[in-house]
Every structure is written in C-alpha cells, then in structure tokens.
C-alpha cells in the first residue's frame, strides 16, 4: 500500500496568513493526489483534484502543486471558515490511501 | 446532488449491519462509488469500491466480511457488514467518485454511525 504523510499535524495561524500543509507519498503518484477539507461534525469536502486542479466552487485561495512524491496545498489567505482539517488522499493505486490530516486551528 | 446515508446503530460484536446510501442527481449504477470511514477522533479510512462494471474492491482489513452492492430501481448503494468488532465502530460516509482523468471522492454523504458494543 502507498503511505501518505502529511506535515505538520497541526497548525496555528492566524486570518490573512499564507499557509502551506505537505503530503509525501512512499513512492511515485503524479498527478493522482487530491485534497480534502473536513470540518467537525461533517463530511470532507474536496478542494484540489490530480495535483492541482481546484474543484467547481472551492475559493481561489486555495491552491496545489507537486509531482512526483511531494505535494503541497496552500491557502493564500486564511479565511476564518478555513479552520478545519486537511487529508491529501492518493488515488494512483489500490487502495485508495489517505494522509492522517493536518488540522489549522486559530492562533 | 445528494447521497444519504442510513442504517447505522448500535451492533453487538460479532453481528451484522446493512448500510444504506440513496441517492439522487445521478444514477449510482453507472458511477463509481466508494465507502469511507472515520473512527472517532481519527482520521480517514477507504473501505470499498464498486465501480460501474460492477468490479468491486475492498480494504484487507473487510475483505470477506463486508460487501459492496447497488441497486439501480432504488438508486442506492449498500453495504453489507458482518463479523462486525469494535474496530469497525465508526462514521461510514459513502461516496462518488468521478473517474474521469484521475479519481477523486467528489460528493459525499452526511455519514452514518456505527457503534460496535457489547
């Protein structure tokens, strides 16, 4: 199975700063890597597909890169409905594998 | 677009439960359709995939006690556990994935718990 690690766990920060959450895979995926947004008490919501595409609807602030094993997400300037949690998740080979989250919390 | 999920509860270890996910929006028997859980407090956990040629693929760790299945005059996916331990207790989310290019979970239902306990 394709390991995921994200980086950090967990986050402060505060509105308006830039951040960035890191997913490393255990070997090669590009471009199969998505991200998720979750906020407690309900489903994950998907933000970024295959690397870098951002789903219908999500805000432009947020953003994906990377190839090969190392991604990112970024978030250009945190909006308070941005405190949640984040899971990268790869879908190159089965099963479908996800990171263990990074949860942005307010500083 | 809407998936929700039904049949949840409180199960003895070692019984059984059947998952529920209606669905309106798009016909589930010729999507790709997934179901993932959560146990509390953790993190996110693929369990089964049905796709539509009706290849299905589960977990190792559900493989021969849960099983995947839709039907298309109700429009509705179920899953079928059985065996169940205290390790299956959980929020069961089913899933569309959408398959064209890379895969991607894209819709998402509200979640069902699952509570294992004696």
């Known amino acids: 199975d394709i390991q995921m690690t994200q980086s950090p766990s967990s986050l402060s920060a505060s509105v308006g700063d830039r951040v960035t959450i890191t997913c490393r895979a255990s070997?090669?995926?590009?471009?199969?890597l998505n991200w998720y947004q979750q906020k407690p008490g309900k489903a994950p919501k998907v933000l970024i597909f295959s690397a870098s595409s951002l789903e219908s609807g999500v805000p432009s602030r947020f953003s994906g890169s990377g190839s090969g094993t190392d991604f990112t997400l970024t978030i250009s300037s945190l909006q308070p409905e941005d405190f949640a949690t984040y899971y990268c998740?790869?879908?190159?080979?089965?099963?479908?594998?996800f990171g263990q989250g990074t949860r942005l919390e307010i500083k | 677009v809407q998936l929700v999920e039904s049949g949840g509860g409180l199960v003895q270890p070692g019984g059984s439960l059947r998952l529920s996910c209606a669905v309106s929006?798009?016909?589930?028997?010729?999507?790709?359709m997934a179901w993932v859980r959560q146990a509390p407090g953790k993190g996110l956990e693929w369990v089964s995939v049905?796709?539509?040629?009706?290849?299905?693929s589960y977990a190792d760790f559900v493989k021969g006690r849960f099983t995947i299945s839709r039907d298309n005059s109700k429009n509705t996916l179920y899953l079928q556990m059985n065996s169940l331990s205290v390790d299956d207790m959980a929020v069961y989310y089913c899933?569309?994935?959408?398959?064209?290019?890379?895969?991607?979970?894209?819709?998402w239902g509200q979640g069902t718990l699952v509570i294992v306990s004696s």
């Open positions: 049905i796709y539509s040629g009706d290849s299905t």
């Open positions: 899933a569309r994935l959408n398959s064209y290019g890379t895969e991607y979970l894209q819709h």
């Open positions: 929006g798009f016909t589930v028997t010729i999507n790709d």
């Open positions: 998740q790869q879908s190159y080979s089965s099963p479908i594998t």
């Open positions: 070997q090669t995926i590009s471009p199969y």
